[in-house]
């Protein structure tokens, strides 16, 4: 197993950790929301819910999840980098 090198790469794989769970949980809300997974209406009060379709939507979300959640770790370090090397003077190949 790999070593993360740095606090960049190490903040990125959180980010992407995090964004995949956030991402499953609001593909599975969205594919009941949307009514894509229902499969009856409300029959004494129960909805039939199919979990395939639950399941494949919670992997798509996922997937986007922690490609989104990869990215705005990255974007928000590279800021504080780039904010850090403008207060003491860096040039960017520094930073």
Known sequence: MKLLRSQLELDVT???IGG???GAIAGAALSVGTGA???SGPVAGV???NTAV???WAAVG???GGIAGG???WVRKKKIERE???VFGLSRATV
């Open 14 to 16: 959180k980010g992407i």
């Open 20 to 22: 995949v769970g956030r």
């Open 37 to 39: 997974a229902i499969v």
């Open 47 to 49: 909805i039939a819910v």
């Open 54 to 56: 639950v399941a494949n």
């Open 62 to 64: 996922s997937v986007i």
């Open 71 to 73: 990215i705005g770790e």
């Open 84 to 86: 850090f090397g403008t």
